[in-house]
């Protein structure tokens, strides 16, 4: 009797010693796995260090301008190689209270929506859902022209590259009136057309909303349904939508403002113009999503955003003689101006630079990014004015200089240690 108890005595010996040392060994591994994620961790490059000085420059600067120019609210984002660098929220969503802007307020982008909707034309194309040659005919029956061989020839392309051969601005006013989309459509057979299709560089609103129709009967889908599908959710762009009710009751959003003169803004009623040309000018977005937005397309790296879709939204269509007056806040520096899809493509200091900026009644976008240097910015605000277009030049210009002075050193080392060897 005392052999068996024994016997069982020391089983269960054995038993929690094994325990204790299986436990023992979990531990370990355990401890083993958060030392190498934090080790990982602690030696993971971030690249924004590389420009850290130009972003706190900068970051000074715009906060000097933004309280100079009387801005009521504004919200601004850099983002460098893909990775957040800066995000600055200034001021109020509405004079007179309280309530701050911040990375989730949420703006109208009014014409900078044409960016976002470049975007999705690449993609698109890239994923031979509508392809950019394709021919407004064949998706819109009864479409038509002033003229029926430019109406054959007429591109979607030619729609997102504002080369419809249309006098620019067909129809702005009507949109301005509330007159659907459709409604206008059918009368750009009584515009007049100044060149071929592809030939001429005419800026448009309606003309380039085209676009909606045409995904919704390639798709069956809702514009704004597909540029969710495609880009607001992929993208990070959690805060954004394109149309008046979502803006309306987002308790987040930023008022519009107007000057009564001396930088003093005055808040205004919220409005509806160019909701019915969402494609052009319809996309609401906080700074948050612009962050998201523009570190995926400065990622060279990014599965939502391929190569080929890039290039395809960031190749110049054609040539835009712009009014010195448009980049009078860039100084002389630019030295060309072409549009792609969406974007305006320029030369400045060296780089070419995709840029747009946006303006509907007491509302102001403008962003831009430089592939070259993996570089991305925009800022939004809710009450404009010329003082604020001087930001996206001097961040660019301080970041060139800087890049270039890097630059310089770099082949003067090389060049010292070649003179020694």
């Given at each position: 009797m005392?052999?068996k108890?024994?016997?069982?005595v020391v ?14 060994v ?31 420059q900068?970051?000074?600067i ?29 001021g109020?969503?509405k004079?007179?209270?309280k ?22 034309a ?9 392809k ?7 998706y819109i ?17 030619h ?7 249309l ?9 301005e009136?509330k007159?659907?989309?459709?409604k ?13 299709p ?11 909303s085209?676009y909606?129709p ?30 008046f009710?979502?803006f ?19 808040p205004?009623r ?9 494609p ?6 906080s ?27 960031f ?19 630019v030295?060309s ?17 995709a840029?747009h ?6 509302y ?10 993996d570089i ?28 270039d ?7 003067k ?9």
């Amino acid at each position: 009797m005392r052999r068996k108890i024994y016997v069982a005595v020391v089983i269960v010996g054995v038993a929690v010693l094994a325990l204790k040392l299986q436990s023992f060994v979990s531990a370990k591994k355990t401890k083993d796995k958060e030392t190498q994620a934090v080790t990982k961790k602690e030696t993971e490059y971030n690249p924004v260090v590389e420009i850290e000085n130009t972003l706190a420059q900068f970051d000074s600067i715009l906060e000097q301008n933004l309280k100079q120019s009387g801005t009521v609210g504004a919200a601004a984002v850099v983002t460098y190689k893909g990775k957040v660098a800066l995000v600055k929220c200034f001021g109020v969503r509405k004079a007179g209270e309280k309530a701050p802007v911040n990375a989730n307020t949420v703006f109208r982008l009014a014409s900078v929506s044409k960016s976002v909707t470049g975007v999705l034309a690449g993609i698109l194309d890239d994923e031979n859902i509508i392809k950019l040659d394709d021919k407004v005919v064949d998706y819109i029956p009864g479409f038509e022209l002033k003229d029926k061989e430019c109406t054959d020839q007429l591109k979607v392309r030619h729609l997102l590259s504002h080369t419809s051969g249309l006098i620019p601005h067909a129809y702005d006013l009507m949109v301005e009136d509330k007159v659907p989309l459709e409604k206008i459509i059918e009368r750009l057979n009584q515009v007049d057309i100044t060149a071929p299709p592809g030939e001429l560089y005419g800026y448009q609103n309606v003309v380039y909303s085209i676009y909606d129709p045409i995904t919704k009967a390639k798709t069956q889908k809702s514009f704004e349904s597909v540029m969710k599908e495609k880009v607001f959710s992929p993208f990070g762009m959690t805060d954004a939508s394109m149309n008046f009710e979502a803006f309306k009751n987002n308790k987040n959003k930023a008022f519009p403002h107007y000057n009564q003169g001396h930088n003093r803004y005055k808040p205004m009623r919220l409005n509806d113009r160019y909701y019915s040309t969402a494609p052009a000018a319809g996309v609401n977005a906080s700074i948050n999503d612009m962050a998201n937005f523009l570190a995926t397309l400065t990622d060279d790296n990014s599965e939502v955003f391929n190569a080929s879709a890039r290039q395809t939204v960031f190749t110049p269509q054609v040539n835009s003689p712009l009014k010195r007056t448009y980049f009078r806040s860039w100084g002389r520096e630019v030295k060309s101006k072409r549009y792609s899809l969406g974007w305006r493509i320029i030369d400045y200091k060296g780089r070419e630079v995709a840029y747009h900026g946006g303006y509907v009644l007491g509302y102001k976008a403008e962003i831009a990014l430089c592939d070259e240097e993996d570089i991305g910015i925009a800022i939004l605000s809710n009450s404009p004015n010329s003082a604020t277009a001087k930001n996206i030049p001097t961040f660019l210009s301080l970041l060139f200089d800087y890049k270039d002075s890097v630059a310089l050193k770099e082949k003067k080392d090389n060049a010292a240690s070649e003179n020694k060897s």
